[in-house]
């Protein structure tokens, strides 16, 4: 008997022009993960094809059902990260970011040749001032590029992904790694628009003001919106008024207000911490701590765990100069406490 046969019909339809046009559309974005995934299995790859369709035509719910479809075919930790990938897309595309986040993140573990998962974490991370994180998917990114012959394509995104690398280094004071990451942008690919963004802001924090307005000029040339959006944060951090990049004056009586209410609620905040019941004390600690922090834009980062009887905060200063300042002033303030509290700060 000739087992085979019972595949033709999906084989020659896969290789159909319909499907085949659809085919190679999502070849160029999803290369390459696609070329690997279900590798022989036509009639996965027809129901693939059609839940990329859907998706991609933001009929979600039709995606969604034909990648349901594909559960049973994944033999392998490939074809689950596509599945997976194509689930924290359909979620991105639907503004879901904690799924995004969690499809992307296991899509990266199964499968470590594709850019894609880790640059969306990264960016992700990025934007929310997470820059460790960041940075580790950063560099996962642009290994997948690694010992690859690149079409322009590639060049864009790999240029890009140096780019914003090396703003996040930038932030994280590390000047010299980001300057030698922004010539390798540019060595991939010379003309990259915005990318003088990423200078200024790295000129400026390394105090060279000629050079960080030469490519503020630069980019008011090309990008009016990228300048107007810049221009300002890197004249603070010029003028060295930017909390980031410099201490910032501190409100004393901050410090005062935050002991003492602390002081006021301990043994309750004790008993919370007693009951593992972290997010009212999480949110107890930001109304203390946002009088203080006038100048922090978001709300303050706080961990929390309890070791035997002993209450351990840590204090997330995001790599900023003023907030680590800020910390250190509140910690050195500490009063006698009931209890045994251990604070700590970390990035």
Avoid at 199 to 215: E, F, G, R, S, T
Avoid at 287 to 308: A, N, S, T, V
């Amino acid at each position: 008997m000739n087992y085979e046969s019972d595949f033709e019909p999906a084989k020659k339809m896969f290789y159909s022009d319909e499907i085949q046009k659809s085919w190679r559309v999502h070849m160029l974005t999803f290369y390459p993960l696609l070329e690997d995934a279900f590798a022989e299995d036509y009639s996965a790859r027809i129901t693939l094809t059609a839940a990329l369709n859907h998706i991609s035509r933001q009929n979600f719910a039709e995606g969604l059902r034909y990648l349901d479809l594909l559960e049973d075919s994944c033999t392998n930790d490939t074809d689950t990260a596509a599945l997976l990938l194509f689930r924290g897309v359909c979620s991105e595309m639907q503004g879901k970011k904690d799924d995004m986040l969690s499809y992307y993140r296991e899509a990266g573990k199964l499968y470590t040749r594709f850019y894609w998962p880790y640059l969306k974490v990264a960016k992700s991370a990025h934007a929310d001032a997470i820059f460790d994180v960041a940075e580790r998917n950063y560099r996962a990114a642009i290994r997948c590029f690694d010992g690859e012959k690149l079409p322009m394509q590639s060049k864009i995104i790999l240029a890009s992904a140096y780019t914003n690398y090396a703003s996040c280094l930038t932030v994280m004071h590390r000047f010299a790694e980001a300057e030698a990451t922004l010539k390798r942008s540019e060595e991939i690919r010379p003309e990259q628009p915005g990318r003088e963004a990423s200078w200024a802001v790295l000129y400026a924090a390394k105090k060279q003001k000629d050079k960080a307005q030469a490519c503020l000029t630069a980019l008011q040339q090309n990008n009016d919106d990228m300048y107007a959006a810049c221009a300002p944060m890197v004249q603070a951090i010029l003028a060295g008024k930017h909390p980031h990049f410099s201490k910032v004056r501190l409100r004393t009586t901050g410090i005062t207000h935050f002991w003492g209410v602390f002081c006021k609620y301990e043994t309750d905040l004790a008993d919370q911490m007693r009951q593992k019941n972290y997010d009212v004390v999480r949110d107890s600690l930001r109304r203390m701590l946002r009088c203080y922090l006038h100048f922090l834009d978001r709300d303050p980062d706080i961990g929390l765990q309890m070791q035997e009887n002993t209450f351990i905060v840590v204090l997330s200063d995001f790599y900023m100069v003023s907030l680590n300042h800020a910390y250190q002033k509140l910690l050195e303030a500490k009063p006698p406490l009931a209890n045994n509290w251990i604070f700590m700060i970390a990035h």
